[in-house]
């Protein structure tokens, strides 16, 4: 599987143009319905953000999403999903690529409930792609904000002796002295197949921002339960770092659940409530990794094109591997443990509720509502 990014200008299909005004399905300007739709979209960002992809631009995931989706209907046509056509076609495409179809979809299925004239009117999908990716920023901002403050927080309750102060001390409040140049943070970065010692230490401090310096694709110590990655069972103990569940409670929950014990606590509310996020995804965790791993740097800003930072080499080897069809097995049990974890219950299939027969009327009216949006579009 290649690692390369995406173009910096990304190619793809676009909705067809209708014949509607700039904003008559998106905004309705009169009695301050616009503002209020600006706001609405923008939340939807935040909760895109949180639970399927934080790194690529949605109009790059629809325009090149929305391209590979047709290819994969085109395959799709001829065989199914396990076949060795299709696997063929699926281990051809550049990993990013894969991370776009997966996102695509769930982005679509987002614009099928909420405005399905989006699909098909490019004057509605042009309003709503910036909204979602400023609400995409400021969930970022807000988080990494959160996160510079409270992991420290954490790192001196569980490694600070009363009788011996860590040395030298960190800051909550500046990111100065992290990274390798610390013990505390630099053991919790230093690639899982690497022996942590001083010496280590001291060859990966050297090494930052240098064409040495370890890629993102290689996973830190943080990842993993025990801080080591075991070569002959990898999934074993991937992403269950305490430090990770820390860092999902503050987010999703608030700072103050972090070090406690058990699920969410009933009646207070946070970002999952607030976004109504009651399951875990693959999304989810590839964000809370990707943010807490560079909270403990000593980067000031979350530069996602950094080479020396590398968040793209760690985000797109991460997402690649919980999103490959082969390992949804491991990738089940895994998003189980989280959702315990967090929210005190068992997952249903892959971060979803279970349907119910109430799934069947949600379905039905989304397909109406995509239909009726076609044929708007036809006979304009």
Same mark, same amino acid.
């Given at each position: 599987?290649?690692?390369?990014s995406?173009?910096? &200008?990304?190619?793809?299909? +676009?909705?067809?143009?209708?014949?509607k005004r #700039?904003?008559? &399905?998106?905004?309705?300007?009169?009695n /301050?319905k616009?503002?209020? !739709?600006?706001?609405? $979209?923008?939340?939807? /960002?935040?909760?895109?953000?949180?639970?399927?992809?934080?790194?690529?631009?949605?109009?790059?995931?629809f325009?090149?999403?929305a391209?590979?989706a047709?290819?994969?209907? @085109?395959?799709?046509?001829?065989c199914d999903?396990?076949?060795?056509?299709?696997?063929?076609? $699926?281990?051809?495409?550049?990993d990013?690529q894969?991370?776009?179809?997966?996102?695509?979809?769930l982005?679509?299925?987002?614009?099928v409930?909420?405005?399905?004239?989006?699909? &098909?009117?490019?004057?509605?999908?042009?309003?709503?792609?910036?909204?979602l990716?400023s609400?995409?920023?400021?969930?970022?901002?807000?988080?990494?904000? !959160?996160?510079?403050r409270?992991?420290?927080?954490?790192?001196?309750?569980?490694?600070?002796d009363?009788?011996?102060?860590?040395?030298?001390?960190?800051?909550?409040r500046s990111?100065? /002295?992290?990274?390798?140049?610390? #013990?505390?943070?630099?053991?919790?970065?230093?690639?899982a197949?690497?022996?942590?010692?001083?010496?280590?230490?001291l060859?990966?401090?050297?090494?930052?921002?240098?064409q040495d310096a370890?890629?993102?694709?290689?996973?830190p110590?943080l990842?993993?339960?025990? *801080?080591?990655?075991?070569?002959?069972?990898?999934?074993?103990?991937?992403?269950?770092?305490?430090?990770?569940?820390?860092?999902?409670? !503050?987010?999703?929950?608030?700072?103050? +659940?972090?070090?406690?014990?058990?699920?969410?606590v009933s009646?207070?509310?946070g970002?999952? %409530?607030?976004?109504?996020?009651q399951?875990?995804?693959?999304?989810?965790?590839?964000?809370?990794?990707?943010t807490?791993?560079?909270?403990?740097? @000593?980067?000031?800003?979350?530069?996602?094109?950094?080479?020396?930072?590398?968040?793209d080499?760690?985000?797109? +080897?991460?997402?690649?591997?919980?999103?490959?069809?082969?390992?949804?097995?491991?990738? *089940?049990?895994?998003?189980?443990w $989280?959702?315990?974890?967090?929210?005190?219950?068992?997952?249903? @299939?892959?971060?979803?509720r279970?349907? /119910? !027969?109430? %799934?069947?009327?949600r379905q039905?009216?989304?397909?109406?509502?995509?239909?009726? =949006?076609?044929?708007? =579009?036809? =006979?304009?």
């Open positions: 599987m290649n690692s390369s995406p173009p910096s &200008t990304p190619a793809g299909s +676009s909705p067809a143009t209708g014949s #700039p904003g008559d &399905t998106l905004q309705d300007v009169t /301050g616009k503002a209020k !739709t600006s706001s609405i $979209w923008k939340d939807r /960002g935040r909760r895109f953000a949180l639970t399927v992809n934080f790194f690529d631009s949605p109009k790059a995931i325009d090149n999403g391209q590979i047709s290819e994969e209907r @085109s395959i799709l046509r001829s999903k396990d076949s060795d056509e299709y696997k063929e076609w $699926w281990e051809d495409l550049e990013y894969r991370r776009y179809l997966h996102s695509y979809k982005l679509r299925e987002l614009l409930a909420q405005e399905p004239t989006a699909l &098909t009117d490019l004057t509605v999908w042009e309003n709503i792609a910036p909204l990716a609400g995409v920023a400021a969930e970022k901002q807000d988080d990494t904000s !959160t996160l510079k409270t992991c420290i927080e954490w790192l001196v309750q569980d490694l600070e009363p009788l011996k102060p860590l040395n030298p001390t960190l800051s909550a990111k100065k /002295g992290r990274g390798f140049a610390h #013990p505390a943070t630099g053991r919790l970065l230093c690639p197949d690497m022996t942590w010692n001083e010496t280590t230490r060859e990966l401090l050297n090494r930052v921002d240098s370890p890629k993102g694709s290689v996973w110590r990842l993993y339960r025990n *801080e080591e990655m075991n070569p002959n069972n990898p999934w074993e103990g991937l992403l269950q770092h305490e430090d990770l569940v820390k860092a999902a409670k !503050t987010v999703l929950i608030r700072p103050s +659940s972090a070090t406690s014990d058990g699920g969410a009646g207070k509310r970002k999952a %409530a607030n976004h109504g996020i399951q875990i995804t693959v999304g989810f965790l590839c964000y809370i990794a990707s807490l791993r560079f909270t403990l740097t @000593s980067y000031e800003e979350y530069n996602l094109s950094d080479k020396g930072l590398d968040v080499g760690f985000f797109t +080897s991460l997402y690649d591997l919980l999103i490959d069809p082969e390992e949804q097995e491991e990738v *089940e049990r895994l998003l189980q $989280w959702n315990r974890r967090i929210f005190g219950k068992q997952s249903a @299939s892959h971060g979803a279970e349907p /119910g !027969t109430r %799934a069947f009327f039905a009216r989304r397909e109406r509502n995509a239909s009726a =949006a076609l044929a708007a =579009a036809a =006979a304009a």
